[in-house]
C-alpha cells in the first residue's frame, strides 16, 4: 500500500494536501499529494509502499487539523459490479486482523448517492471477509479499522488504520442531534468539540455539573446551552442579548462587557469557550494571555480562517501558541481540528496541566 488516504470537508483539500506535506516531511517520507476540488478526500502517494503504513503510526492523528480520518490503502478501480466483494478480498491480504468495518464515501453530494449502496454491500463483504480472517466477528475496538471508501460504483480506496491512532467515528464525523431549543445552530459546534477533544473515560472528571465557566461573545448562547446542559455555571460575556430561557435556568449570569476586556475575579474557571468573530491571531493572544495569568484550566476557541492560506493561519497561531507557552514553562495538551460542525474556522481545545505560580502571583 503506497496511498494514505485523507478524509476533508469539501473544499479544503488543499489545506488537507499542505497539511500531510508538512508532517511527511517531518517524518522524511518522499511521495507527492493527489487533490481535486471539493471530492472530500485527498491522497498522499508514497514513493516507498511501506511509508504509507509508517505515516499512519508515527504522526498523530490528534496534530492534523483538517484531517476528519485517514488510512493506508490502495486503489481499486474498474471493479467488476457482480463481484466486487472478490475484489476487494484480493488486496486485503497483508492486512492485519481487523476489528470494524467500515464501508463509506466522502462528505459530497456524489458520495451520498452510494450511501444505500455502502450500505447493503457491509454485510456480505464482512462476512466474506471474517472467513478470510481478516475481521473478527464481533467488533474489537483495539484492533485496526478496516475501510472501503466508494468513490463510484466500481471505484473504492481499500485499506486500514490504527484504532489508536484514528477518528472513532464513521467518516470522521460525530453524529448529534440539533436540540430543538438551542438559541442557535453555532451550539453544535461546542458540542461537537467536547465529543472529539475529551475521552469518554475522562468526560465525568473533567465535564461535571457544578463547575465554573465562562462564554466569551455568548450571544445569543449556543455555547452557553451546551454549558449549561452540562451542568455548570456560566458567566456569559457579550454587550448583545442573551436567550431568555437560558437567563431563567439560573446558572447564568451575563455581562455586558466586551470579551477581550473581561478579566474573572478568581482562578476558579473550569472551562473558557470562546466563538469571537475576529482576527485569528487576537483572539490567540486573548487565549494566551487567559492561560499564562492561571485563569482556566481548560478551553475550547474558534479560529475564523482567512479565505485565502487557511493552512498557514492555523499554523501561524498554532505555532505561536507553543512558543508562548514553552517560554513560559506552561505544561499542557493542545488539539486543533476543522470540526464537521464548523465551517470557515478551526476550533482549538488547550488542557493547561501546570502555570508556573510566578507568573500570576
Known amino acids: 500500500m503506497s496511498s494514505v488516504v485523507i478524509y476533508c470537508r469539501s473544499g479544503f483539500e488543499n489545506d488537507a494536501a499542505a497539511e500531510i506535506n508538512h508532517h511527511a516531511a517531518l517524518q522524511g517520507v518522499g511521495g507527492y499529494v493527489k487533490a481535486k476540488p471539493n471530492t472530500g478526500f485527498v491522497t498522499f502517494e508514497c514513493f516507498s509502499p511501506s511509508d504509507a503504513q509508517e505515516l499512519i503510526k508515527k504522526v498523530d492523528f490528534k496534530s492534523?487539523?483538517?484531517?476528519?480520518?485517514?488510512?493506508?490503502?490502495?486503489?481499486l478501480s474498474n471493479m467488476s459490479i457482480e463481484d466486487r466483494v472478490s475484489e476487494v478480498k484480493a488486496v486485503v491480504g497483508d492486512f492485519p486482523l481487523c476489528g470494524d468495518l467500515r464501508v463509506e464515501t466522502p462528505d459530497t453530494n456524489e458520495g451520498k448517492e452510494l450511501s444505500k449502496f455502502c450500505k447493503k454491500f457491509s454485510t456480505p463483504l464482512a462476512k466474506s471477509?471474517?472467513?478470510?480472517?481478516?475481521?473478527?466477528?464481533?467488533?474489537?475496538?483495539?484492533?485496526?479499522?478496516?475501510?472501503?471508501?466508494?468513490?463510484?460504483?466500481?471505484?473504492?480506496?481499500?485499506?486500514?488504520?490504527?484504532?489508536?491512532?484514528?477518528?472513532?467515528?464513521?467518516?470522521?464525523?460525530?453524529?448529534?442531534?440539533?436540540p430543538a431549543d438551542a438559541p442557535s445552530r453555532s451550539t453544535l459546534k461546542l458540542d461537537e468539540a467536547f465529543n472529539v477533544f475529551v475521552p469518554k473515560d475522562e468526560v465525568e472528571k473533567r465535564v461535571q455539573p457544578g463547575m465554573r465557566a465562562v462564554d466569551l461573545g455568548a450571544c445569543p448562547g449556543g455555547w452557553t446551552y451546551q454549558l449549561v446542559r452540562r451542568g455548570m455555571f456560566v458567566s456569559a460575556i457579550d454587550n448583545g442579548p442573551m436567550n431568555e430561557a437560558l437567563m431563567e435556568s439560573g446558572q447564568v449570569k451575563h455581562f455586558t462587557e466586551d470579551g477581550f476586556k473581561y478579566l474573572p475575579e478568581k482562578r476558579n474557571i473550569n472551562w473558557l469557550v470562546c466563538d469571537m468573530v475576529e482576527k485569528p491571531l487576537k483572539v490567540t493572544n486573548l487565549m494566551l494571555d487567559w492561560i499564562v495569568n492561571a485563569f482556566a484550566k481548560e478551553l475550547i476557541f474558534n479560529l475564523k480562517l482567512p479565505m485565502k492560506k487557511r493552512f498557514d493561519s492555523v499554523y501561524e497561531c498554532l505555532a505561536l501558541i507553543h512558543e508562548e507557552l514553552a517560554k513560559y514553562e506552561v505544561d499542557y495538551e493542545l488539539q486543533a481540528k476543522h470540526l464537521y460542525h464548523d465551517r470557515e474556522e478551526v476550533t482549538v481545545h488547550i488542557k493547561v496541566n501546570r502555570v508556573p505560580e510566578k507568573l500570576y502571583s
Open 129 to 178: 471477509l471474517e472467513k478470510l480472517n481478516k475481521l473478527t466477528r464481533d467488533h474489537k475496538p483495539s484492533k485496526p479499522v478496516l475501510h472501503v471508501l466508494f468513490l463510484a460504483n466500481d471505484t473504492a480506496y481499500v485499506g486500514y488504520s490504527l484504532s489508536n491512532n484514528n477518528s472513532p467515528f464513521f467518516m470522521g464525523i460525530p453524529r448529534l442531534r440539533m
Open 64 to 75: 492534523l487539523v483538517f484531517a476528519r480520518q485517514w488510512f493506508a490503502g490502495v486503489l
